[in-house]
């Protein structure tokens, strides 16, 4: 059983940034892949970025290409979020999750966090 734990999210202005850190549990976080989704109110959750077991090949959601960075610390059982320049569409419950299957931007992770709340004002 993995746990995750989202937090580093709050209240920014536009153009501000921002860092969530996923914790988890569990000593086989390195063989997890991680991502990081979220949820907009009235909305359907998103995906927002990808990151393998190994820390390669990031993969990114066209409407946060080039803001965000996932990244991950496998000794830490951590992984991250660096979020710039941010917007107000940005604003949303943001959900880590893990699998030890490649789900890449599928909402079939099977493993997720209870989310953190991200405003940004205009």
């Known amino acids: 059983q993995v746990q995750l734990v989202e937090s580093g999210g709050g209240l920014v202005q536009a153009g501000g940034s921002l860092s969530l850190s996923c914790a988890t549990s569990g000593r086989t976080f390195g063989r997890y892949d991680m991502g990081w989704f979220r949820q907009a109110p009235g909305k359907e959750r998103t995906f927002v970025a990808a990151i393998s077991w190994s820390g390669g090949n990031p993969y990114y959601a066209d409407s946060v290409k080039g803001r965000f960075t996932i990244s991950r610390d496998n000794a830490a059982n951590t992984v991250y979020l660096q979020m710039n320049s941010l917007k107000p569409e940005d604003t949303a419950v943001y959900y880590c999750?893990?699998?030890?299957?490649?789900?890449?931007?599928?909402?079939?992770?099977?493993?997720w966090g209870q989310g953190t709340q991200v405003t940004v004002s205009s």
């Open positions: 999750a893990a699998d030890p299957v490649k789900r890449w931007d599928t909402p079939l992770y099977n493993y």
